[in-house]
C-alpha cells in the first residue's frame, strides 16, 4: 500500500471518538477513518479562519479609524490593493 503524501501516526484517542468515527465513515461513505479525519480537519481549519475573519470584521466595524479607512478607500476607487 503507497500512501502518497500521507504520514502514518499513531495517537490515543477516546472510544466515543472512535465510535463517531466508524459512524461517520459508513453513513458517508467515506473509505476510511483517516479520510473522515481528513476532512473534519481540514472542514475545522475552515471554520477557525471564518471565526478569525469575523472576529476582524466586528473589531473593524467598531474602530473609526479603520471605518474612515475604509470610506476612504471606497471613494477612491484604488482597490488594487483587493486584487493581490
Do not use: C, H, P, R
Amino acid at each position: 500500500m503507497t500512501l502518497t503524501g500521507k504520514q502514518k501516526v499513531t495517537f490515543s484517542i477516546d472510544t466515543e471518538i472512535i465510535e463517531i468515527l466508524k459512524e461517520l465513515q459508513v453513513t458517508y461513505s467515506f473509505k476510511s477513518m483517516s479520510a473522515v479525519i481528513d476532512e473534519a480537519v481540514k472542514s475545522y481549519k475552515k471554520q477557525k479562519k471564518l471565526e478569525k475573519w469575523k472576529k476582524g470584521y466586528e473589531i473593524a466595524q467598531n474602530d473609526n479609524a479603520i471605518l474612515s479607512q475604509e470610506l476612504e478607500l471606497a471613494d477612491s476607487g484604488d482597490l488594487g490593493y483587493y486584487d493581490k
